[in-house]
């Protein structure tokens, strides 16, 4: 079986994801050809982890790729009772990124914000 992606999660705020995930991509760069970095929830629609991971290594991606929902737009999806499309829609863009790129790296989001 075939290792193609990470999902890197915790518990809590501030444990050290964003420096995980640095370390991850850095050693997979450095193996692989195509890297691509998927946060599927973000606090804010404008996310500045994804930015630096997306300008520092230079990740062959468009960044809208990167993220799909802020917080906000979750619960507004969540207030409504459609919690199926959040999960089609991660679920998707997924299975587009790890057909397109080697590995993929995925950071959750702590549950706090949620």
């Given at each position: 079986m075939k290792i193609s992606s990470?999902?890197?999660?915790?518990?809590?705020?501030?444990?050290?994801?964003?420096?995980?995930?640095?370390?991850?991509?850095?050693f997979l760069k450095a193996?692989?050809?195509?890297?691509?970095?998927?946060?599927?929830?973000t606090i804010d629609k404008k996310d500045s982890d994804i930015e630096f991971i997306h300008k520092?290594?230079?990740?062959?991606?468009?960044?809208?790729?990167?993220?799909?929902?802020?917080?906000?737009?979750v619960e507004k999806i969540l207030y409504n009772n459609d919690i199926n499309k959040i999960i089609s829609d991660v679920i998707k863009q997924y299975?587009?990124?790890i057909h397109k790129f080697d590995f993929v790296v995925v950071q959750g989001l702590a549950k706090e914000y949620i």
């Open positions: 990470f999902f890197i999660s915790s518990v809590s705020k501030d444990s050290g994801k964003f420096v995980t995930t640095i370390g991850l991509i850095r193996n692989f050809h195509r890297v691509a970095f998927f946060k599927p929830i520092y290594f230079n990740l062959n991606m468009d960044i809208s790729q990167m993220s799909l929902y802020s917080v906000d737009e299975q587009v990124l």
